[in-house]
């Protein structure tokens, strides 16, 4: 058997010299397991290939019994050949017809062999056949022979995909099978249904050339390639847009230990020494290291698997000069985008006339990149774990961010049902624009303003079309985040006029830069912090860099002229941070007011609520605040401590709860005894059965993504907020984790429509 890496090239030279003599593509496969058998000292190599239907058919052999080529099949799952494609992993017995999957084949005359090692023959991460070796002897194959042969294997899956042995379409046919139907369980993170082809956010790279013609230029391309992914994952790193995803940190540490592990790098140029491409290098060490990984009885290394496999991917993308995401390659009209993670400016970087969906395999539906798909429109489910191995591009698929489902490759019947689905969507779309002009009252009377979160230009005609009352948080860093620079005081004047035309007369609630956190700026550079959302963000870089704030106030006092003006701050922990943010607005009005330009006729200062300690303060805070924005998401996060970017938490608690039920209430009853006007524009204020228990606790505004408008306005229509009022009060002191069953309970038998 070949034990060293010179024999390893000697065989792989010999392959290439076979694949280059001009003969039919049998002659050359049958060709190609003698030189495999004979290099091998193997008695016996065949080759199976997968044919339509799940069938593995002998397609050569040195051996066994020729007449068995093209005669003897077998189907996956069955016999020892079988099973190998069937686990994707190699199997290497020293007594195969004692194992309990061997199957005998009569016409090939396998009896006679003992030892047996084959492994699978992967194109795209998909078995599309298998290659075996036997012996006589009862032997048991080293390691480094099972490598010998998935190398051998990989060029071999090369060989095939070159066509003439197999129509490609056979594969398609079997994949479509494989794929029918199949169903993946999410979170749901933004709302609609789309439908349409996947692209992958990191693209996937084919590996065309296997064998090299010289081993130098290989190690050189190898050295310059990692030294890209290295300086690409500190870049990643450095940038705080990914700290709080939570495990995305550690991923990416891991990443970075495994970048600069001295083990890894010797085993790719010791693949590369044997007569490997440095991208055939990378494939066969990733698969070695696949199948240790999954055999190991260690949890943490076998979670790691998927790391390694980005890892790799990654590696293959720097070695192919494509480092850049999907978003700059041509996408499909119906694209739906998969990924690991995203930021919300990766998203943004995509084309919005094509990009219709977004699966992630991570993600929380509070994260920002979820926040910014709700804005966009854009049908998002997290948390579908293992999906993107399954995933090939330009695969069919049907996002349903209404139930939080996947369906990969649907057949015919699912298609159509959710063409009906989106047919039903469309008729309760319309009932809602029935109702756009009729406001937003309880049946007991009680008016709700209903308000639409925005960020951006393409957000505006939302207003017109939901009937919404005006915009009651208009999140301005999301301009800060599409650019490559700093906007300029023109461009930020610009789009605030823009907004403000656009709501022509409605109240429009500026929220000043929050960013940091998982909010990042490509061109603004944050030192790494343990906890990027206790970190240095929003009020806090403000006060510290107050030309920022000096700049945006006065961008947003210009483009108001002489309208009026509603103006917050983000993330105010206590009194003393929103006097002094005032003072920099204050001090940018007296500017205006000494050149004699227009100020607004009605300036309104308020602030955020989003940090549980200025729930604390508001005997001080609310005589010298406007009005008061309750921002549940952050809230949220700070009073359960959990991270609301972590997928692992998304969750794990309910804000329908008592102790949250006593925050609320607290704050509504001591706004409105101040008489300050409170509303509420976290993510919690657009979800019918939420927006019920606020109204309940005294909200009288709230402020929501666009799609929301409607459902929460046709559930406030149905209620009787009194008799919930009543509701809420007999649950307060209850020691319960959720109250959301006796919530949806009091809506079902008094006809609320959640
Ligand atoms: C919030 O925290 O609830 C909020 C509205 O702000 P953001 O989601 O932008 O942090
Ligand atoms: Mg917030």
Redesign the pocket.
Known sequence: MVTSPAGGRVLLRRLREAMAEPQSPQTRLDKIVRIIAANMVAEVCSVYLMRAGDWLELYATEGLNPSAVHNSRLKVGQGLVGDIAAHARPLNLSDAPEHPNFVYLPETGEEAFHSFLGVPVLRAARVIGVLAVQNQTRRHYTEEEVENLQTVAMVMAEMVAQGGLIDPSEWEEAATKRGSSMRFKGLRMAEGIAMGHAVLHEPRVEITQMIADDAGVERQRLTRGIDALRKSIDLMLADVDLAPHGEHREVLEAYRMFAHDAGWLTKLEDAIDSGLTAEAAVERVQLDLNARLSRSTDTYLRERIQDLDDLAHRLLRHLAGKADTAAHEGLPDDAIVIARSMGPAELLDYDRTKLKGVVLEEGSP?S?VA?VARALEIPLVGKVEGLIDRIDPDMRLIVDGEQGEIFLNPGPEIIRAYEEKNALRAQRQAAFAAIRDEPAVTRDGVEVKLNINAGLLVDLPHLVETGANGIG?F?TELQFMVGSAFPRLGDQTELYKAVMDAADGKPVVFRTL?IGGDKALPYLEIEPEENPALGWRAIRIALDRPALLRYQSRALLQAAGGRPLSIMF?MISDVSEFIAAKAVLEKEVGRLRQLNRPTPENLKVGT?L?VPSLAFQLPALLPMVDFVSV?????MQFFFASDRGNPRLADRYDYLCPPVFALLRHISKSCDAANVPLTL???MAGRPLEAMALVGLGFRSLSMTPAAIGPVKVMIRSLDQSALARLLEQLTDRPDHTVRAELAAFAEANGVAV
Request: aromatic share 0%; glycine share 12%; net charge negative.
């Open positions: 509070t920002h926040i948080l999140r929050d983000p955020m989003e921002g549940s998401n952050d809230l524009c976290g993510e």
